[in-house]
């Protein structure tokens, strides 16, 4: 049976993916111990924000504009893009705590200082990020869920983009990548009915990379098994 709450202490909702693998190393734990606090918007937490009043990002990042990584694996891509672009203020969502911990073994590294982390649901964060908040969001390889009967559990569901679409603000950008065709097809036919209108050119565009794109490991994963990776670009209207 499941827990009623995630590690985070957010209550139980329908999430069907991990939260914890096997093992969490010494190291891993020292950082979710000592760097997750700091780094965490705290009234995301059910704890600290039990009756979810909103959250002022441009508080916690001094003005910046804000983008969103959605499930970010290992963290490889967002630290990434933290480096690249220190005039931005980014958040990354992601429940897998192992993955959590790997992050920040790569912030301590990296000494980034314009990454917030939230280790729970990103419906967590919806339920409290005002609307047009965001400038950008990622949602790279999710889980693919493959069986037909599991695909309303994928992200590009109306219970997810709705709210998605509520906190970007007008001309923001949502990237998805994935190697798998048929969430391919169920982005192309569920993200255009949440509101966002496709920029990719179809079929010619979707095997081109972003210029600022950086590889995960999931997608590494998916060139050594064979598998060809997709790029998609929508964009909340003006």
């Known amino acids: 049976m499941q827990n009623d709450k995630h590690p985070s202490g957010a209550p139980w909702r329908n999430f069907y993916g991990r939260f914890r693998g096997k093992t969490i190393r010494t190291s891993q734990k020292d950082y979710l111990e000592n760097d997750l606090d700091a780094l965490s918007p705290g009234a995301v937490s059910w704890d600290v924000n039990p009756d979810r009043l ?14 969103l990584e959605i499930g970010f694996g290992g963290g490889e891509h967002l630290v990434a893009m933290a480096e690249r672009y220190p005039e931005i203020g980014l958040i990354g969502c992601e429940p897998f705590i192992n993955g959590v911990a ?29 609307d047009a908040s965001l400038s950008k969001a990622f949602l790279n390889y999710p889980d693919p869920w493959p069986k037909s009967r599991h695909h309303r559990r994928r992200f590009v569901t109306a219970e997810h983009l709705e709210p998605l679409f509520r906190v970007m603000k ?24 949440a509101g966002f209108v496709l920029e990719t050119r ?28 997709h790029y998609l670009t929508f964009r909340k209207p003006l």
């Open 54 to 67: 909103p959250l002022d990002p441009t508080a916690i990042f001094d003005g910046k504009d804000i983008w």
């Open 102 to 130: 790997m992050l920040l073994g790569k912030i301590r590294k990296a000494d980034v200082k314009n990454l917030s982390v939230h280790p729970g649901d990103v419906r967590d964060l919806f339920d409290v990020l005002p």
């Open 170 to 193: 007008a001309g923001a950008e949502l990237r998805v990548a994935t190697d798998i065709p048929d969430y391919v097809r169920q982005t192309l036919e569920e993200v255009p009915q």
């Open 202 to 229: 179809v079929p010619d565009g979707l095997h081109k990379a972003w210029d600022d794109w950086v590889s995960t490991r999931y997608e590494q994963k998916a060139l050594r098994e064979g598998r060809d990776p």
